[in-house]
Structure formats: structure tokens, C-alpha cells
């Protein structure tokens, strides 16, 4: 099962204050919008997301239809494919996404401990 790019998003109390400190470990923003209160920062492989006030928590996040520069992929499986082979496992979802639809959509998963995982497609 390929899930995409994988990057951590961390719940943070300022922006600003979070994306000055990942800079000087020599993390660069690579997208988001500071005026939404998000944004992606990367060094090297290393992909951070830094969020404030959009949920509570850290959570691990993959990109299904992306690779690690945030390129699309030629192929990849769809995040409303893997929820349907996640799910027939018995992995535990809080937010699910429309199977209905196409295109981008999200769904967040549990794991045993009750950390979220968060498939999140832009594609």
C-alpha cells in the first residue's frame, strides 16, 4: 500500500513564532498561506506542516498523489480507495471521505493509541 508523501502537522500556538524557529533549523516555507494560519516547511526530505488553530494535537499526514517535492505522480491509489482497503482491515476512521466524489478529499484514521493519521489527497 503506497499512502504518498509523508510529513508530520504540528498543532502550533503562533505561526509566526513556529516558522522562525523551524527556519533556523533550516527548514524553507514551500506552501501554505500564512494568512490561513498554515503553512509547509521542508529541509531537505524533511516535511513539516505547521498549523494554528485548525485542530488539536500533532498528527502524521501522507499525500496521496503527491511525492515529496509535492509533485503529482503519475499514478497513484486514490484516499477514498485506500479508506475503503483501510477500513475492510478494521483500521477506525474519525473523518471519512465522500466515496462518492473524486478528486481532492481527506479522511483521518486512528491508530491503537488514538494518535490521528491524516490522508490528506490534492489531487
Known sequence: MQLGAFSVCLS???????????EKLGF???????????LILKNAEAIIGIFQGKFEGNMLAFNPGWDSKAKKLES??????????????????????????????????????GNP??????V
Do not use: M
Open 12 to 22: 502550533v500556538k503562533d505561526l509566526q513564532t513556529s516558522k522562525t524557529f523551524y
Open 117 to 122: 493519521i491524516l490522508l490528506d489527497q490534492h
Open 28 to 38: 524553507q516555507v514551500v506552501a501554505g498561506e500564512a494568512a490561513g494560519n498554515w
Open 76 to 113: 497513484f491509489t486514490d484516499v477514498r480507495e485506500l479508506q475503503r482497503q483501510l477500513k475492510a482491515q478494521g483500521v477506525r476512521f474519525v473523518r471519512e471521505a465522500d466515496e462518492s466524489s473524486s478528486g481532492p478529499a481527506h479522511c483521518v484514521a486512528i491508530d491503537p493509541d
